[in-house]
């Protein structure tokens, strides 16, 4: 019975720290813009354009219709759209849409005019309007028609003002686009230009819309991060953030592009929204300071794009390599950050060496066992004193009746007296209640768990047992229902059930059989929770369970014997 009143505690004294961090630690604000940066970067306009929804052609359509320079480096493939300098076509080689390995290929960014547009665009815009600048309608010339790794391609366009403007566009072996832009002014005018950047989607993205991760708009701002729901920018309709340094884009629950500037670099940052022709248009981008251009004079800046899966290890890798502030914050691994992070790394290592999360997983709960194992020690050997003292709370209870002033006096002293801590099962539960949180924000939200197969049935580790009870663990192959999916339990999920009612064998039994018969159904009830949870957890949490018990019963056998 304690044993369980403590597991409530925990959980209840760990989601007041959860919710509590967020209001006792105040966040810092965004840096507000300064009266030069109001003054000048007020006046470039970068407004979203949209496309009609009515005359939306197949991607693929779109995609032929257009010149194009080709880009494959074995990781993601697509093109550069020639008409507006645009990089609206990219496939991830790398990720299928589901198991079924025949399925197709993750389609990230798609063309203006086909569903769902989405494109990255770089660019300058300026305050004098006699300028002609590159807009979305320009044509620009490549100096060849398709690039590898480390490859780069020169677009070019000049105005009729005989002002020459340069893209030099270099992807590297992974996700990063390198953007050189460079203008080199022909004419008799002096004028002052901006670079942007920019990621554009239309349509609101498919999203899981939960509550523990957040798909959306997203920056770094001042080191800070900064995140925004579509629905706030269907609200607000522009935010306007000033930072120095710092990136900016739209990330899905495993997949993320992002404007990035150079370190310490002054720029503007903007989320905006528009609603055009019946279409929603998202989009980000930020603005670099102001770059003075005098006639006969060349200028270049440079920026870096993001655009594909968010793997750790190439995220960290970039962060170190460019100096991307906060970049590792792309993965929404939550407030629990110095937390959730560490124990994926532990995961990672281990997965080097077994070459299997599933495994990875067993093991890191090995491991928790052992850093647990001097208070757990101390709660089994409590618990097995408690236990002992059974007949002993009985009598009392039967021996005080309804006094139960009295009674609970006696069971103190009867505590002190055989050195018995009815609560000291607490602090090991407490502290593996963020673990058991942290792991599952882990294989909620990382891609290294998406399609992570363990053994057996088991192919995929980020989502529920496949197996389960409405379809008597797979021998009937029919869709259930989503409203029954409650009952769809799997082999896993039973046998975290099983192993939850053995080990509540082992812990005291409530003097009170009311609370009897209410902790006899834990187990049921907690099997249909966590039913629905990643296979992955389930399987930590059976672990967990398992190893506790044999720890418990070896230390029950000494007390009781002794």
């Known amino acids: 019975m304690e044993n369980q009143k403590n597991l409530f505690l925990a959980i209840i004294i760990s989601m ?6 967020q209001i006792l630690i105040p966040q810092p604000e965004p ?5 030069d940066q ?4 007020n006046l470039v306009d970068l407004s979203i354009q949209g496309s009609s929804s009515s005359n939306l052609v197949e991607r693929s359509e779109v995609i032929n219709k257009s010149g194009r320079v080709s880009f494959d480096n074995f990781k993601i493939k697509g093109s550069i759209n020639l008409e507006g300098g645009l990089i609206d076509d ?4 790398e990720f299928t849409e589901s198991l079924d390995p025949t399925s197709p290929l993750i389609k990230f960014l798609n063309p203006l005019g086909s569903k769902d ?9 300026g305050t004098d309007s006699s300028i002609e600048l590159p807009s979305l309608k320009s044509i620009w010339t490549a100096n060849k028609i398709s690039i590898g790794i480390n490859d780069p391609v020169k677009l070019t366009w000049t105005n009729s003002q005989n002002i020459l403007f340069e893209k030099i566009i270099t992807l590297d072996e992974d996700y990063l686009f390198n953007i050189d832009q460079r203008v080199v002014n022909n004419s008799d005018k002096s004028f002052d230009l901006f670079p942007y950047g920019l990621s554009k989607r239309q349509g609101v993205p498919e999203m899981q819309n939960f509550f523990i991760l957040h798909e959306g708009p997203l920056s770094i701002t001042n080191g800070v991060l900064e995140e925004y729901d579509y629905d706030d920018l269907k609200e607000d309709k522009k935010i306007k953030l000033s930072s120095a340094g710092g990136w900016i884009g739209m990330t899905d629950k495993y997949w993320q592009t992002a404007i990035i500037a150079n370190p310490n670099e002054p720029i503007q940052q903007t989320y905006s929204y528009s609603y055009l022709e019946n279409t929603d248009n998202f989009q980000t981008d930020l603005v670099g300071a102001k770059i003075p251009i005098s006639n006969g004079t060349s200028i270049s800046h440079n920026l870096k794009i993001f655009a594909g899966p968010k793997i750790v290890s190439v995220i960290d890798g970039y962060m170190e390599e460019h100096g991307i502030e906060g970049f590792d914050r792309s993965v929404d691994f939550g407030w629990f950050y110095f937390l959730t992070k560490p124990i994926f790394n532990v995961l990672q290592f281990i997965f080097s060496y077994v070459g299997n999360f599933g495994w990875s997983i067993i093991l890191f709960t ?4 052992i850093c647990f194992f001097p208070l757990a020690q101390q709660s089994f050997k409590s618990m097995a004193k408690m236990k002992k003292l059974g007949p002993e709370m009985k009598r009392l209870k039967e021996q005080y009746g309804d006094d139960k002033a009295g009674m609970q006096k006696e069971m103190m002293a009867l505590y002190k007296r055989e050195k018995a801590n009815p609560i000291a099962g607490c602090l090991p539960i407490l502290l593996q209640i963020p673990v058991f949180f942290a792991l599952y924000k882990v294989l909620f939200v990382t891609i290294e768990m998406r399609h992570a197969p363990f053994i057996g049935w088991i192919h995929d580790l980020s989502a529920p047992d ?7 663990f797979g021998f009937v192959d029919w869709t259930v229902p989503g409203i029954l999916q409650l009952f769809n339990i799997g082999i896993w999920p039973i046998l975290m059930g099983l192993s939850m009612f053995l080990q509540q064998k082992l812990n005291p039994a409530p003097v009170d059989k009311m609370q009897a018969k209410i902790f006899m159904f ?3 009830v907690f099997t249909f929770v966590l039913g629905g949870f990643a296979a992955g957890l389930v399987i930590y949490w059976t672990t967990n369970n398992v190893l506790s018990m044999a720890q418990q019963y070896v230390i029950q056998r000494k007390i009781i014997n002794s």
């Open 466 to 472: 496949p197996l389960g009870l409405l379809t008597l």
């Open 366 to 369: 090995f491991l928790m066992r």
């Open 90 to 93: 990219l496939v991830l080689e």
């Open 31 to 35: 840096t507000p813009l300064s009266e």
């Open 522 to 524: 834990l187990p049921i």
């Open 38 to 41: 109001v003054t000048d970067q």
């Open 117 to 125: 547009a989405y494109y990255l665009d770089t660019g300058w815009v």
């Open 16 to 21: 007041a720290i959860i919710f509590g961090f």
